[in-house]
């Protein structure tokens, strides 16, 4: 805390009167009166219809990272459907090539609205803050943030070697920290407010079995915990912070012969037994991304787990 360029260095005599005359940064938070923070004005339209439509409306442009992957995609159309007036879809160049026509497709389905695809390495704090300033010279604006870029790693903890865990947490924790950190900076600059949303897992809930993960499940951890603490940060600025938390998803990370055993164990310990499907994921997106459904939700995990974490 404070500011660690006059920080003592550690281990000097300096250190202890160094941490009696520190200063510490604190939260500035919203006011009743805040703009940017209050309630939207009611909806005018008398029809029924209209007015559904308008709760769930999305507003702006969205940046999505890992957003060649299945859930971005599926989530980035239906925030299309929804209204979203721009898209940037951020990912490794590997990604967003072995993806390439499920994203024509995304393109053809939404003739009239910008797709971009731009390349990038979440891990990587140069990288990021291009990636943006390109998505928001694309799109004019950052609006909302989708973070999906993560990796699992299943690993006995005994033989993981520190690259290993360092690497799972550089992605899925740091990763997220640096987008939701360089779409916050856009955001703030606009004076207009924005929504993040995080994935995190039931993974940062509970202890999943029979897999060993403990680096996904830390990071995982941290990433919901970090959700409350930027939310409280940046309320003030009129940004939403939220995540969910999805449980075992069918997709092809979870898809094979080789886990059907697993499948199995999974599936017996859920009271939905099954895995969720990617639509599934939708519905929650889009009210946490939605500037009048999710208006007053900020530091919200949504779990979607078909009852998983119910044992």
């Not at 940046?63 to 979203?84: D, M, Y």
């Amino acid at each position: 805390m404070g500011d660690p360029k006059s920080a003592a260095p550690v281990g000097t005599q300096d250190e202890r009167a160094f941490l009696a005359s520190r200063s510490i940064p604190t939260m500035t938070l919203s006011t009743i009166s805040g703009p940017l923070t209050a309630p939207l004005p009611l909806p005018t339209s008398t029809s029924a219809a209209e007015r559904a439509a308008i709760r769930f409306a999305v507003e702006g442009n969205a940046v999505i990272t890992g957003g060649a992957g299945t859930l971005a995609l599926r989530s980035a159309r239906a925030l299309l459907e929804h209204g979203l007036s721009g898209l940037a879809l951020l990912d490794l160049p590997s990604t967003l090539t072995s993806s390439e026509k499920e994203i024509t497709e995304l393109k053809s389905a939404f003739p009239n609205i910008p797709i971009h695809t731009v390349p990038v390495d979440v891990t990587s704090e140069t990288a990021v803050s291009e990636a943006f300033a390109t998505a928001k010279s694309l799109l004019s604006s950052v609006d909302i943030l989708c973070c999906f870029a993560g990796i699992v790693g299943c690993v006995h903890s005994i033989s993981a070697s520190s690259e290993q865990f360092r690497k799972v947490v550089d992605v899925n924790l740091i990763g997220s920290f640096l987008c939701a950190q360089a779409a916050a900076s856009h955001m703030i600059e606009s004076k207009k407010g924005g929504s993040i949303m995080f994935t995190a897992s039931i993974s940062a809930h509970s202890t999943n079995y029979p897999q060993p993960q403990a680096a996904y499940n830390v990071s995982k951890a941290g990433v919901a915990h970090m959700t409350k603490n930027l939310a409280a940060e940046w309320a003030v600025h009129g940004i939403r912070v939220n995540c969910i938390s999805p449980g075992y998803m069918d997709t092809v990370l979870n898809a094979g012969d080789n886990l059907q055993a697993v499948r199995d164990i999974w599936a017996s310990r859920c009271p939905m037994a099954r895995m969720g499907h990617v639509e599934e994921i939708t519905g929650p997106v889009v009210l946490l991304c939605s500037k009048r459904a999710g208006r007053y939700m900020t530091g919200a995990d949504l779990v979607v787990d078909g009852g998983a974490l119910c044992f």
